[in-house]
């Protein structure tokens, strides 16, 4: 068997992040062979994250980043998991989760398959994950990621990590009134841009609340389906995004508020992720 020193079982540690212990292990079981070692670390985090692929994970980091793009911006939304706040707050965590968002925002992968495939420091970010998997003993996990595109983007991370918006406007405005929608979205969670473009399935349900709500409550017949519409409006101005009363006066709605900003302006499309839903 060859020599394992001290300074060896120090360089596979630098290489992978791997505690001293499991790499003098690994350097042992691969005869010194750096690069078998290095494939014997990946195997046994293989083995530690599908023992836990069960767990939940609850906690995480969550995170919004955008790009300028020629004449027109990119932007991601993505989230690492693990199991517990404790893990999350760990400093090579938060460091693995800005790499993965940075190699998102770099790449721009369609999915979350994609991103998962694309190559950080010589390993996959699956591989990456795997490892840290392995090191914490704690299943970790990219829980969320999806992209935008449109002629400004505007993003609201939050200050505890747990939530992040993604915005895009289909034109410039101030950069203030660009945050106030994304903390806009990211605060209030809207299901959609605006009833227009509220999925036909989420009405469908909402409309079948209402009128077992109007039944239950003795409602005549005749106004059960006028009720349910009512009820339906509501949905609409407290779940969709230009209805919501504005969170910063609580006096006007969202679209007012963006009308007072723009009157040309429009919110395309928006992006959010929440570790706590």
Not at 42 to 71: C, F, M, P
Not at 189 to 205: F, G, L, N, T
Request: proline letters at 2%; glycine letters at 6%; one cysteine or more.
């Amino acid at each position: 068997m060859a020599e394992i020193k001290a300074s060896d079982v120090a360089k596979l540690r630098q290489m992978t992040g791997t505690g001293m212990m499991d790499c003098k292990k690994a350097l042992e079981e691969a005869n010194g062979d750096f690069g078998r070692a290095q494939e014997i670390i990946r195997e046994k985090g293989k083995l530690v994250a599908s023992k836990r692929a069960d767990r939940e994970t609850k906690e995480g980091a969550v995170i919004a980043a955008t790009v300028a793009d020629g004449d027109g911006t990119k932007g991601i939304l993505v989230c690492l998991g693990c199991e517990t706040d404790f893990v999350s707050k760990n400093a090579e965590f938060q460091v693995l989760a800005k790499k993965i968002a940075d190699a998102a925002l770099n790449t721009f992968p369609a999915d979350l398959a994609g991103l998962m495939a694309i190559k950080v420091d010589g390993m996959t970010v699956e591989e990456l994950v795997t490892q840290q998997t392995a090191k914490t003993g704690e299943k970790h996990q990219v829980m969320f990621y999806d992209k935008l595109e449109a002629p400004m983007l505007s993003i609201y991370n939050h200050m505890n990590g747990k939530v992040s918006s993604l915005v895009g406007f289909s034109k410039k405005i101030s950069a203030d009134a660009a945050k106030n929608i994304a903390m806009q979205a990211a605060a209030m969670a809207p299901i959609s841009v605006s009833k227009d473009d509220c999925p036909q399935e989420v009405q469908e349900k909402e409309l079948q609340i209402g009128r077992e709500q109007a039944k239950q409550e003795g409602k005549p017949e005749a106004m059960i389906e006028k009720i349910a519409q009512g009820k339906l409006n509501r949905f609409f101005k407290d779940s969709t995004l230009m209805a919501q009363d504005f969170i910063k006066d609580g006096k006007s709605s969202v679209e007012a508020y963006l009308k007072s900003v723009d009157a040309d302006v429009k919110v395309l499309d928006f992006r959010r992720f929440s570790l706590s839903e």
